[in-house]
């Protein structure tokens, strides 16, 4: 994927800090609404960047978390929209 | 991220968000006042006019054992009463001109964490700078309210010596704030344009630094 969509980059990010924890690609596919070839582009994109991580948990299945750059990523996000939101003027 | 570092920095991430919904709720209470204004002045304008006929229709037609206080006073009745009607009358009339913004809006207010909030921020700045330039655009409309105004105000002074003055200052009243409004929105428009430029530029080099 050369450009992604920084909305639906965002809705990723989003999905995997609120969360926490490290979680299944089928629940993660649900709550960021995307198909799964599309889904399956992003999620590359997102660990070739080292956004994401993939892990393996006691059961043995696989899960997604946010790695430190995609905590501080999140995090220069949200500072950045706030940025915006604050040069607005009528 | 469960450590209180991790726990100070979340909190700090909703305070953010929290500030950031605080701007937009403040932005669109804003046009939503506009909105009301702009409804206000019109049914002020139409009472105007209607008090303005009534008084005047006097010089053409002939209304018998009326003196000129109970004829004022029945067109300020008829006025006030146009303009109330008028102002509800607009209001219903009157499609949401935010419609969209008021919408991403309220996304954004029932979303909780997790729910794609800064997606739905980014959504609800892209509205927001669409209808920037409408509403300086209806800020230019608004001259012609003022010459309506300037004519009204003139033609009560009773200016008999120089006929059609009322009219002549009513229209130099409009082009003046008209010209002036026009050159106000030109500049706000290309500011906008700039801003907008800027913002999409930035979307896209978060992207690549990432």
């Not at chain 1, 043995?60 to 995090?75: M, P």
């Not at chain 2, 219903?92 to 991403?104: G, T």
Request: contains cysteine.
């Amino acid at each position: 994927m050369d450009k992604p969509d920084l909305y639906v980059v965002a809705r990723f990010l989003d999905v995997l800090y609120w969360k926490g924890t490290p979680m299944k690609k089928t629940n993660v596919q649900t709550l960021v609404g995307l198909n799964y070839p599309r889904f399956v582009e992003y999620l590359e994109w997102l660990q070739s960047h080292g956004l994401i991580a993939a892990v393996t948990d006691e059961q043995g299945s696989d899960r997604i978390t946010l790695s430190s750059k995609g905590i501080e990523s999140y995090h220069r996000l949200v500072e950045w929209i706030r940025d915006t939101m604050r040069g607005i003027r009528i | 991220m469960s450590s209180g570092h991790d726990s100070e920095l979340r909190e700090s991430i909703k305070n953010t968000m929290s500030e950031i919904f605080g701007f937009s709720q403040k932005w669109y209470e804003y046009l939503e006042t506009q909105d009301r204004n702009e409804r206000i002045s019109y049914a002020i304008l139409i009472g105007l006019m209607i008090l303005f006929l009534t008084f005047f229709s006097r010089y053409f037609i002939e209304i018998v054992g009326y003196s000129q206080l109970q004829v004022f006073l029945a067109g300020l009745l008829l006025g006030v009463t146009g303009g109330v009607a008028s102002y509800f009358i607009i209001e219903r009339v009157q499609k949401p001109r935010f419609s969209e913004l008021s919408d991403a809006l309220a996304e954004m207010r029932r979303a909780k964490e997790n729910q794609n909030l800064l997606e739905k921020t980014l959504h609800l700045i892209d509205r927001m700078t669409e209808c920037l330039p409408e509403v300086k655009k209806r800020r230019r409309e608004d001259s012609f309210m003022y010459g309506v105004a300037a004519f009204i105000l003139v033609s009560f002074l009773r200016t008999t010596t120089f006929p059609g003055l009322n009219v002549l200052i009513g229209v130099l009243v409009w082009l003046y704030f008209r010209y002036e409004a026009t050159k106000d929105y030109e500049r706000e428009v290309s500011r906008f344009e700039e801003w907008r430029r800027r913002f999409e530029q930035q979307k896209r080099d978060f992207v690549e630094g990432l």
